[in-house]
């Protein structure tokens, strides 16, 4: 029985919106039934999710991104992502939480199975709504590679260049031509941390951004639709030289 036949089973949907929906599907979105759906606004997001769990028997999960942890992604390649369409969304009680939104791939449940197999931790697969994913997608393209080469550089205290020994004033101070010295402050850890975070805001359509120190960490949280999600997290001695960083660019912005 089909996913459509089913909740028309269960008196969601009636023949006719059934015939509608196929018909949108096939006509403006590539045989994709499950954004027809969405779009006719006969079912929301959050149902939605919890007919097709009910349909494939697989436990549904809402990614709580107010605390989600951009080092989890770390788990599978973006490209696995990407061509699969599952994502890590958390670990549990060492156990790994792997979330999909179209179970009836099956080439992306056996490479599920793979990959997690291949984690050494064992694991759990949840259905996610495809907004979810979209959003996990977001941070994965956020640039978490280079905050972690940029955090890696501030930790070392170096600026990204070769310093052959010779310390980062004396060598910046020895600079005679212009474009090296830009060269140098383009390549610092925190310029590159602040322009991920840019880059983010913008791909991801976030309406503002918010830096927050905690107090152990700092979070890094986008406005996206209304709704804030931590995407980045970074130490707290990052958090002087980002936030001076965005001043002195906001001020040669107004200037």
């Known amino acids: 029985m089909s996913f459509l036949q089913e909740i028309a089973d269960k008196g969601v949907l009636n023949p006719n919106q059934i015939s509608a929906i196929m ?15 969405l779009a006719s606004g006969l079912i ?17 999960k809402k990614v709580d ?27 549990q009680d060492n156990v790994i939480e792997l979330g999909i939104f179209d179970p009836s791939d099956t080439s992306a449940m056996d490479a599920l199975q793979f990959l997690a197999s291949n984690l050494n931790m064992p694991f759990k697969i949840f259905l996610i709504s495809r907004q979810d994913f979209e959003k996990i997608l ?22 990204g260049v070769d310093t052959s020994g010779i310390s980062q004033a004396k060598q910046i101070e020895n600079k005679k031509n212009k474009s090296d010295e830009e060269k140098i402050v383009e390549d610092a850890p925190i310029v590159k941390i602040v322009d991920v ?38 130490p707290l001695n990052a958090y002087n030289g980002v936030v001076a960083r965005i001043k002195l660019k906001s001020k040669a912005q107004a200037d």
């Open 197 to 234: 975070i840019l880059e983010t805001a913008v791909t991801g359509n976030a309406s503002d951004i918010h830096i927050e120190n905690t107090g152990e960490k700092v979070k890094v949280r986008f406005r996206v639709d209304g709704v804030l999600h931590t995407s980045l997290m970074l």
């Open 23 to 37: 018909k949108s599907a096939s006509e403006n979105y590539e045989g994709d039934v499950e954004a027809a759906i």
């Open 65 to 91: 991104f107010h605390n989600f942890s951009s080092r989890v992604l770390k788990l599978i390649p973006m490209e696995s992502v990407l061509k699969y369409k599952f994502a890590p969304i958390g670990i």
């Open 44 to 60: 929301d997001v959050d149902m939605l999710l919890g007919l097709k769990s009910e349909y494939f028997n697989i436990p549904s």
């Open 138 to 159: 977001v941070t994965y393209k956020g640039g978490n590679s280079q905050v972690d080469e940029a955090l890696t550089d501030l930790d070392s205290g170096t600026l």
